[in-house]
């Protein structure tokens, strides 16, 4: 069973950057696809942006340009580096693990992390 354990999150003025990482632990064999999702209050959970193990990317088009993923193999880890950002991207933020069916963010993943608050607001 692949657990996912989530640091990072906080405040930040628009314009401020933040970091998350995510660290995977158990059952990582079965692991080609991490990323993030997030949710505000009052939406849907959306994906923000997916890495697989070799290196493809999808962001949202609302980060493109502002946040950056990547991930860690020998740690088993993916990290979320926000830049530039806005009180928009306000919500909880969620890392999540799969295969590759779970990349385009049309399917949710069942493996979650235990979310972290990301707020922006002057």
């Known amino acids: 069973q692949v657990q996912l354990v989530e640091s990072g999150g906080g405040s930040v003025q628009p314009g401020g950057s933040l970091g998350l990482s995510c660290a995977a632990s158990g059952g990582i064999f079965s692991i080609n696809v991490m990323g993030w999702y997030r949710q505000a209050p009052g939406k849907q959970r959306e994906l923000v942006a997916a890495?697989?193990?070799?290196?493809?990317?999808n962001y949202a088009d609302s980060v493109k340009g502002r946040f950056t993923i990547s991930r860690d193999n020998t740690k088993d880890t993916v990290y979320l580096r926000m830049n530039i950002l806005k009180p928009e991207d306000t919500a909880v933020y969620y890392c999540?693990?799969?295969?590759?069916?779970?990349?385009?963010?049309?399917?949710?993943?069942?493996?979650w992390g235990q979310g972290t608050q990301v707020t922006v607001s002057s």
């Open positions: 890495i697989t193990g070799t290196g493809s990317i």
């Open positions: 999540f693990a799969g295969d590759l069916q779970y990349f385009s963010g049309r399917k949710y993943p069942r493996v």
